[in-house]
């Protein structure tokens, strides 16, 4: 294990970033899954209705722009409660019990499910759980601890959630988001970040990724463990 990692969680000042490696793990839908969700939920309410465009969207993995149009098509309430209800995992999961372990303060995950904090409360740990909205991102301070932050907020509501193409291009640039972009960029600016669960190929990352490089310097560089890199692909985000 890399000797910059061992220091950062040893330090107990480590924040975590959780991608979805540990929630597929123990189950829950990938990308493509809830994007197949998505599709089902429109052939069930509306038997019938042409999917080319959306099948074309899938065969080039655009899953965001599954999500769009599915969304236009049924509407946002019924699509989330669809999915919702589909969004379940059958399994454990090794790597949120040994994350759990961590002494870290702060958590924040791209996750829409509720996994990290019900691996620390069964360690006894209590974490407090935010939005990503800009009255709780005002908490995302250096000396905070036991929060979870949901960067992409969850199923539950429209309010906050990243999920389709229209979503994921505002958090990229639109104006209503730049606290976000701001508040990202300082975290990897004031803290030691641990990134675990997110593929640097991901082209639905950028925004994080844009964050990571802005935000962290030669003296605290950020901790991204991935299975998936090689060194040219990992150059461009030095």
């Known amino acids: 294990m890399d000797n910059m990692l061992i220091d950062y969680l040893r330090s107990g000042k480590a924040w975590v970033l959780v991608g979805s490696g540990p929630s597929i793990e123990m189950g829950y839908p990938t990308w493509q899954q809830l994007a197949l969700y998505a599709i089902e939920a429109i052939t069930l309410a509306k038997p019938g209705h042409k999917l080319s465009s959306l099948n074309d969207a899938m065969s080039r993995g655009h899953y965001p722009a599954v999500f769009k149009e599915a969304k236009t098509i049924l509407g946002g309430p019924y699509l989330l409660s669809y999915l919702q209800k589909s969004f379940k995992s059958s399994g454990q999961g090794k790597i949120y019990e040994l994350i759990a372990r961590w002494p870290v303060p702060v958590f924040l995950t791209t996750n829409y499910d509720d996994e990290i904090q019900g691996y620390l409360s069964k360690l006894g740990e ?91 310097g030669v003296l605290q560089p950020i901790c991204w463990i991935a299975p998936d890199i090689n060194p040219s692909g990992a150059k461009k985000w030095c």
């Open 126 to 216: 209590s974490y407090v759980s935010y939005s990503n909205s800009q009255d709780h991102f005002s908490y995302l301070l250096p000396d905070l601890k036991g929060g979870i932050f949901k960067l992409h907020g969850d199923l539950r509501s429209e309010e906050g959630l990243i999920l389709d193409s229209t979503q994921y291009t505002e958090i990229q640039n639109a104006e209503k988001w730049n606290y976000w972009r701001t508040k990202l960029t300082s975290v990897f600016q004031m803290n030691r970040v641990v990134v675990i669960g997110h593929s640097l190929n991901d082209p639905n990352i950028i925004h994080l990724l844009d964050a990571a490089k802005k935000g962290a």
